[in-house]
């Protein structure tokens, strides 16, 4: 079965620091790789995906890149963090048959 | 453009009780469906993965339902339990998409002891 491993679960950073978010996918291969963003008590913002190695596709214009070196390695990036950038990011993945997510990270930009 | 739909947006029980959850979508083409429940703070856990091709699914104390014809999933949980205390989701692949999800916003579900 698929496992998505996510890291750190919580992170304080002031603002103007940079972010590097990584997850890694266990258990398939050439999934399709997604990173969410869900504010307290609020649904699912999509951010990013991937099909594929170096095929990123943006979902929403913001500080934040994504990158995919590797089949099973997805990337969460900033230069600068805003204090908008706070919240609960989640990675997830799969394809054909369900997606698996990982267990989150609580971002707090201060 | 496909909608997904859940109605309630929130359901209070008392503990014991049968109950179903409603995931409405306005385009039948779809690849699969899959319900997933959050608890607050966490991440999201499959709970079950519904395939164009069939009709229900079945894990523990849950049943989910597909009719494409009419657009609806059901998520059916037995004999609720207070830890099955959470926000439930439903999402849909659409057919002629490889990375679509279409979310729900979920029905937020508390058993009450």
């Known amino acids: 079965s698929q496992t998505i491993h996510q890291w750190p679960a919580t992170l304080v950073q002031p603002v103007g620091s940079p972010l590097s978010l990584e997850c890694t996918v266990e258990?398939?291969?050439?999934?399709?790789l997604y990173w969410y963003r869900q504010a307290a008590g609020r649904g699912l913002q999509l951010l990013f995906y991937?099909?594929?190695?170096?095929?990123i596709s943006s979902e929403v214009p913001q500080n934040l890149s994504a990158s995919r070196p590797q089949d099973r390695q997805f990337i969460l990036s900033s230069k600068k963090l805003l204090l908008s950038d706070s919240g609960f990011y989640l990675c997830?993945?799969?394809?054909?048959?369900?997606?698996?997510f990982g267990s989150g990270t609580r971002l707090t930009v201060v | 453009k496909q909608e997904v739909t859940q109605i309630p947006a929130a359901l209070s029980v008392p503990e014991g009780e049968n109950l179903v959850l409603n995931c409405s979508f306005t385009?039948?083409?779809?690849?699969?469906l899959q319900w997933f429940r959050q608890d607050p703070g966490k991440g999201l856990t499959s709970l079950l993965l519904i395939q164009s091709s069939q009709r229900e699914q079945t894990s523990g104390r849950l049943n989910a339902s597909l009719d494409k014809s009419s657009g609806r999933s059901t998520l059916y949980i037995a004999a609720s339990q207070p830890g099955d205390s959470a926000t439930y989701l439903c999402?849909?692949?659409?057919?002629?998409?490889?990375?679509?999800?279409?979310w729900g916003a979920g029905t937020k579900l508390i058993i009450k002891p």
């Open positions: 999402a849909v692949r659409p057919w002629d998409s490889n990375y679509q999800l279409i």
């Open positions: 258990g398939t291969s050439n999934p399709n």
């Open positions: 385009d039948s083409a779809i690849y699969n």
């Open positions: 991937s099909v594929g190695i170096g095929q």
């Open positions: 997830a993945g799969g394809r054909d048959f369900g997606y698996t």
